[in-house]
């Protein structure tokens, strides 16, 4: 199975709330490739299981990109969103689902990981984003790729403050990795954590991290700053307002 979206258009779709949560790009014409209409547990607040045909989320890619976003077979984990591009241009290509807006509390995320042993890291590529649906990226929270294969926390709050940690070596390639983060929403004494598993990766404390109307966003992607070979693969996403555990495995 593939299903693969490629635009050489500019696609937004703001889909709030999560009637169908974990599904991109999708079209009704589809409806008979797997369950299109599988939600979100009753606790989450967005999720993705990328199983078959996608809605809830949406795909973007923007003209210059030469990005593919498609659900792929995967043999370890069935289903799962691919985000490829063989470096021909530096533009967009991500999936994105919205939210009502939070604006306090916590959140808690959780992601499936692969990077691909031919994915180019130069400066930084960003693989999740939490944000308030702003593409400029000053109010966020993100997971990113460093070079060196190392795992970075990147913090970008309203005052704007900027907290970057880095995991050097983290990164495995070819090998699914379960992320988790949590974000405490404060306007002061605010904090955002990674971890892979039950273990502690990087943090950015004592910062504020409510962005101006909230986050709204969840973004998977491979968003670099200039134009590079990528191939990342995400599953079993979700965010919620409690911590969200690692599964045993692999589906197999």
């Given at each position: 199975?593939?299903?693969?979206?490629?635009?050489?258009?500019?696609?937004?779709?703001?889909?709030?709330?999560?009637?169908?949560?974990?599904?991109?790009?999708?079209?009704?014409?589809?409806?008979?490739?797997?369950?299109?209409?599988?939600?979100?547990?009753?606790?989450?607040?967005?999720?993705?299981?990328?199983?078959?045909?996608?809605?809830?989320?949406?795909?973007?890619?923007e003209?210059?990109?030469?990005?593919?976003?498609?659900?792929?077979?995967?043999?370890?984990?069935?289903?799962a969103?691919?985000?490829?591009?063989?470096?021909?241009g530096?533009?967009l290509?991500?999936?994105?689902?919205?939210?009502?807006?939070?604006?306090?509390?916590?959140?808690?995320g959780?992601?499936?990981?692969?990077?691909?042993?031919?994915?180019?890291?130069?400066?930084?590529?960003?693989?999740?984003?939490?944000?308030?649906g702003?593409?400029?990226?000053?109010?966020?929270?993100?997971?990113?790729?460093?070079?060196?294969?190392?795992?970075?926390?990147?913090?970008?709050?309203?005052?704007?403050?900027?907290?970057?940690?880095?995991?050097?070596?983290?990164?495995?390639?070819?090998?699914?990795?379960?992320?988790?983060?949590?974000?405490?929403?404060?306007?002061?004494?605010?904090?955002?954590?990674?971890?892979?598993?039950?273990?502690?990766?990087?943090?950015?404390?004592?910062?504020?991290?409510?962005?101006?109307?909230?986050?709204?966003?969840?973004?998977?992607?491979?968003?670099?700053?200039?134009?590079?070979?990528?191939?990342?693969?995400?599953?079993?996403?979700?965010?919620?307002?409690?911590?969200?555990?690692?599964?045993?495995?692999?589906?197999?």
């Amino acid at each position: 199975m593939v299903l693969a979206y490629r635009f050489r258009f500019l696609v937004v779709s703001s889909l709030l709330g999560c009637a169908a949560c974990g599904r991109v790009g999708y079209d009704p014409l589809d409806a008979a490739i797997g369950d299109a209409s599988v939600p979100c547990a009753p606790d989450e607040i967005a999720c993705g299981g990328f199983e078959g045909p996608l809605g809830g989320w949406s795909v973007r890619i923007e003209p210059q990109s030469d990005g593919i976003v498609r659900v792929v077979d995967d043999p370890e984990r069935g289903g799962a969103l691919a985000i490829t591009s063989e470096g021909g241009g530096p533009g967009l290509a991500v999936a994105e689902t919205y939210f009502e807006p939070v604006i306090e509390g916590s959140l808690h995320g959780r992601v499936w990981l692969r990077v691909g042993a031919r994915t180019e890291i130069d400066e930084f590529v960003v693989a999740v984003q939490l944000d308030d649906g702003n593409d400029d990226g000053t109010q966020k929270v993100s997971l990113d790729l460093l070079s060196g294969d190392a795992l970075g926390l990147t913090a970008t709050t309203a005052h704007p403050a900027v907290r970057n940690g880095a995991a050097p070596g983290t990164i495995r390639r070819d090998e699914w990795m379960c992320l988790r983060f949590e974000v405490d929403l404060r306007d002061d004494g605010g904090a955002a954590r990674l971890s892979e598993g039950m273990q502690p990766l990087a943090s950015a404390e004592s910062i504020d991290t409510i962005p101006d109307g909230g986050f709204r966003r969840l973004m998977l992607g491979a968003v670099g700053p200039s134009a590079g070979v990528r191939d990342v693969l995400f599953d079993d996403v979700a965010l919620a307002r409690h911590p969200l555990p690692c599964q045993s495995g692999p589906r197999r």
